[in-house]
C-alpha cells in the first residue's frame, strides 16, 4: 500500500509566478491538509479538504487556494509568488471524522527565486 | 486557543542514555496531543498519541510520554538513546472543527542529537 505521495519533490519557481503542488493520500483516506514548512520552523496548517470541499482554513491569504477531486487527491495552488513562500509544503491524509492518525507525505520543496 | 511549547531547540545526548523532550500545552479542554518525529528529507512520522485514554504513553522504538494536566506537560521520553534516533521532533496538539477531523498545531520542534 503507498501511503502518501506528493509530486514534484522539488520546485524552483521565479517571483509573481503560479505554482501547483499535488497530493494522493493513502488509500482509503478522504481527507487531506495541507501544511507548509518553513527552515527551521514547525508546519503550519494551511488547510484541509473533506468532501471535495475546503473545510478548514489556517491564516494564509488567498494566494493560497486548494481543490479536492472526487478520488481524494488534492491540489494545492500558490499564485503571485513570494520569496518568502519558499518552503516544504507537506500533505497529510487521514480518514473519516473521529480522531485519527495523520499520514504525511514526504513534502515537495519549493524554491522561489 | 490551542498550542504547544517546546521548551528546548536543541537537545544532545550519548549514546545509551535517557532522553527527555519536554513539551507544554495550553488548551481550554482536555487535548489530543501527538509526538512526530521528522528525520533529515523524509516525512513526518507519528511516534504516538493521547487521547484522553491511559495518561501513559507508549509508542515506536521504544518513546513514551505521560501527560500530566496539573502541569500542562506532554514531555517525550526514551530510556536508552540510539543513534538512528537524531532527528528533529515535534510535539503536536489537535483542534476539533465541527466533528471532522482535526487540524494539527505543531511546536517548533527540537532537534536531537546523539553523540557517540
Known amino acids: 500500500d503507498a501511503g502518501v505521495t506528493q509530486s514534484p519533490t522539488h520546485l524552483i519557481k521565479t517571483r509573481g509566478q503560479q505554482v501547483t503542488l499535488r497530493c494522493s493520500p493513502k488509500?482509503?483516506?478522504?481527507?487531506v491538509s495541507w501544511y507548509q514548512q518553513a527552515l527551521g520552523q514547525g508546519p503550519q496548517f494551511i488547510f484541509q479538504y473533506y468532501e471535495e470541499e475546503e473545510r478548514q482554513r489556517g491564516n494564509f491569504p488567498d494566494r493560497f487556494s486548494g481543490h479536492q477531486f472526487p478520488n481524494y487527491s488534492s491540489e494545492l495552488n500558490v499564485n503571485a509568488l513570494l520569496l518568502g513562500d519558499s518552503a516544504l509544503y507537506l500533505c497529510?491524509?487521514?480518514?473519516?471524522?473521529?480522531?485519527?492518525?495523520?499520514?504525511f507525505g514526504q513534502g515537495t520543496r519549493l524554491t522561489v527565486v | 486557543a490551542q498550542s504547544v511549547t517546546q521548551l528546548d531547540s536543541h537537545v544532545s545526548v550519548s549514546e545509551g542514555t535517557p532522553v527527555l523532550l519536554r513539551c507544554n500545552y495550553s488548551?481550554?479542554?482536555?487535548?489530543?496531543l501527538f509526538w512526530y518525529v521528522q528525520h533529515p528529507n523524509k516525512g513526518l512520522q507519528l511516534l504516538l498519541k493521547y487521547t484522553s485514554a491511559a495518561t501513559l504513553v507508549k509508542g515506536i522504538n521504544g518513546f513514551e510520554a505521560e501527560f500530566k494536566k496539573s502541569e500542562t506537560s506532554f514531555h517525550l521520553t526514551k530510556p536508552s538513546a540510539h543513534m538512528s534516533d537524531a532527528a528533529e521532533y515535534f510535539c503536536?496538539?489537535?483542534?476539533?472543527?465541527?466533528?471532522?477531523?482535526?487540524?494539527?498545531?505543531f511546536g517548533t520542534g527540537t532537534l536531537l542529537a546523539v553523540q557517540p
Open positions: 488509500s482509503g483516506h478522504d481527507t
Open positions: 497529510a491524509s487521514s480518514w473519516g471524522t473521529a480522531e485519527t492518525e495523520a499520514f
Open positions: 488548551s481550554s479542554y482536555s487535548p489530543s
Open positions: 503536536v496538539v489537535s483542534v476539533g472543527y465541527g466533528g471532522a477531523t482535526n487540524k494539527l498545531i
